[in-house]
């Protein structure tokens, strides 16, 4: 079992909808949480970081946690062409200082 | 732009021959970790110093080595280079060990 696991996609959404990414973890340690974006040829950047149950917005971008469910999410809202990118859930884990991917999901956004 | 840089930007080897890839830290970060992105993948976690001492290390073997100097910068060593080592290997720089990476624009290692 991977430690994050993200739908790979790809995902296609029109402008100006919801785009809805999701991450699952499997340590129960884990307890931080990160959504990076990758453009193409790029490095990945950090757009959203999330410690505690609940939502959090930042923008256009709001993540949401459920630890009980070991579910991490990723709201875009008002979804530019701009935002086609690659999105990678991140997890850290304290024990071990370990720091874990997923795969990402790739999101395209028709104009 | 991150203020991390790596070096070199592209690099091509033999297998069984030896690499050593460099990073600087941006301005106020003391931690460093490394990371190996083949294509179509997520990072995969290589290892992190901090103060100069490894402090975390993923599923990697001991060929995989690194260094952390005074200044905060780092150096990942591949020793006996093999095919499957061709990837992205991308340098993050954090303070006291955050997630909140930072990366650098990687250094694209191809192994024949």
């Known amino acids: 079992q991977k430690e994050v696991e993200q739908n790979s996609g790809p995902l296609s959404v029109p402008e100006g909808a919801i785009a809805s990414l999701n991450c699952t973890y499997s340590?129960?340690?884990?307890?931080?949480f990160f959504w990076y974006r990758q453009y193409s040829g790029k490095s990945p950047e950090l757009i959203m970081f999330?410690?505690?149950?609940g939502d959090k917005e930042d923008g256009r971008f709001t993540a949401q946690l459920n630890k009980a469910s070991q579910y991490v999410s990723l709201l875009i809202r008002d979804s530019q062409p701009s935002d086609s990118a690659t999105y990678l859930c991140a997890v850290n884990i304290p024990t071990g200082n370990q720091f874990y991917f997923g795969t990402g999901t790739s999101l395209t956004v028709i104009p | 732009e991150t203020g991390v840089t790596q070096s070199p930007t592209h690099l091509i080897k033999t297998r069984g021959q030896q690499v050593t890839l460099r990073c600087s830290s941006q301005s106020g970060h003391n931690t460093v970790s490394w990371y190996q992105q083949a294509l179509g993948q997520g990072p995969q976690f290589i290892f992190q110093?901090?103060?100069?001492?490894?402090?975390g290390r993923g599923n990697f073997p001991p060929r995989f080595s690194g260094l952390q100097f005074p200044n905060y910068s780092s150096e990942l060593n591949v020793n006996a280079l093999e095919l499957d080592d061709s990837a992205l290997y991308l340098c993050?720089?954090?303070?006291?060990?955050?997630?909140?990476?930072?990366f650098g624009e990687g250094s694209r290692l191809t192994v024949l």
């Open positions: 999330i410690y505690s149950n």
């Open positions: 340590d129960r340690g884990s307890q931080s």
């Open positions: 993050a720089s954090s303070y006291r060990g955050t997630g909140e990476l930072f």
């Open positions: 110093y901090y103060r100069e001492e490894e402090n």
